[in-house]
Nanobody, 121 residues
Framework: VQLVESGGGLVQAGGSLRLSCAASGSTFSINAMGWYRQAPGKQRELVATITSGGGSTNYADSVKGRFTISRDNAKNTMYLQMNSLKPEDTAVYYC???????????????WGQGTQVTVAS
């Protein structure tokens, strides 16, 4: 399974960006998905997660009320709508997914390559 993020870029504080994460590859079923981020000199941290059906979401306190995670299972794609961006949101954002691989009848965790988000003050 390959995860490819897109939608990152440079934005002014207060602006918005929408990240996408598209999953592709061998026969699979995506379970939980999430977004993580890593700022320079800091550890990777959880931003938001979403369950397989999209019915339950979880957010880091720092992004609650500003970010919205969603997914379109028909397109095997997850999104992160980021509003009211702050300079402290600057980081590389990574897509994460747990996929059930039919060929092996097992769950595996996958990561995307990351997309840079830079918020200028």
């Amino acid at each position: 399974v390959q995860l490819v993020e897109s939608g990152g870029g440079l934005v002014q504080a207060g602006g918005s960006l929408r990240l996408s994460c598209a999953a592709s590859g061998s026969t699979f079923s995506i379970n939980a998905m999430g977004w993580y981020r890593q700022a320079p000199g800091k550890q990777r941290e959880l931003v938001a997660t979403i369950t397989s059906g999209g019915g339950s979401t979880n957010y880091a306190d720092s992004v609650k009320g500003r970010f919205t995670i969603s997914r379109d299972n028909a397109k095997n794609t997850m999104y992160l709508q980021m509003n009211s961006l702050k300079p402290e949101d600057t980081a590389v954002y990574y897509c994460n997914a747990v996929a059930f691989i039919i060929a092996t009848m097992a769950d595996y965790e996958y990561w995307g390559q990351g997309t840079q988000v830079t918020v200028a003050s």
